[in-house]
T-cell receptor
């Protein structure tokens, strides 16, 4: 069965600095999708970034980028120039075409002013 | 913008009560999901539906049932609420064509307390 592991339950970063959130997954599939979702305090969960496994190029969305290492089954999220609004719970998630999405347990990110 | 709404933000029920959690989406999405979110456990899938009147069990369906009579509405039912069902419940929806291929849009969540 597929699994998603986020090894850092909590992290802190100084405002304007860069932080990397780790995620590893396990699958025997070759075609799948990986996601990072953000859940701000008391607000709705939203998609931050999505990566298709068949694409070698790492996905980027403004200050958010991923480091996708398919052979290592690693999918980390880098947030550059951290802002107070980045404080949230971040979930890494895996999905393949015929199955449901599996979420990691989350990493709570604190931004220090 | 896609909007997913849930009937209540906060709900307090007594043990043994029948509880209905309602979810409505306005973007004609085929797929709808119910998750349960607990600290340290992340999101766990309870049930999902890929069409009207269709439902599939997720990872933790015990103690829950669902209903999807209309495409835009997906209800989660706790037949006899128990204290271990105290949790945050999240509804989500997504487009068709491979359940996991597309972004899931989440509702604001219902924090249910069973006393």
């Amino acid at each position: 069965a597929q699994t998603v592991t986020q090894s850092q339950p909590e992290m802190s970063v100084q405002e304007a600095e860069t932080v990397t959130l780790s995620c590893t997954y396990d699958t025997s599939e070759s075609d799948y999708y990986l996601f990072w979702y953000k859940q701000p305090p008391s607000r709705q969960m939203i998609l931050v970034i999505r990566q298709e496994a068949y694409k070698q190029q790492n996905a980027t969305e403004n200050r958010f980028s991923v480091n996708f290492q398919k052979a290592a089954k690693s999918f980390s999220l880098k947030i550059s120039d951290s802002q107070l609004g980045d404080a949230a719970m971040y979930f890494c998630a895996y999905g393949d075409r015929d199955d449901k999405i599996i979420f990691g347990k989350g990493t709570r990110l604190h931004i220090l002013p | 913008d896609v909007k997913v709404t849930q009937s209540s933000r906060y709900l307090v029920k007594r043990t043994g009560e029948k509880v209905f959690l309602e979810c409505v989406q306005d973007m004609d999405h085929e797929n709808m999901f119910w998750y349960r979110q607990d600290p340290g456990l992340g999101l766990r899938l309870i049930y999902f539906s890929y069409d009207v009147k269709m439902k599939e069990k997720g990872d933790i369906p015990e103690g829950y049932s669902v209903s999807r009579e209309k495409k835009e509405r997906f209800s989660l039912i706790l037949e006899s609420a128990s204290t271990n069902q105290t949790s945050m419940y999240l509804c989500a929806s997504s487009l068709e064509a491979g359940l996991a291929a597309y972004e899931q849009y989440f509702g604001p969540g219902t924090r249910l307390t069973v006393t």
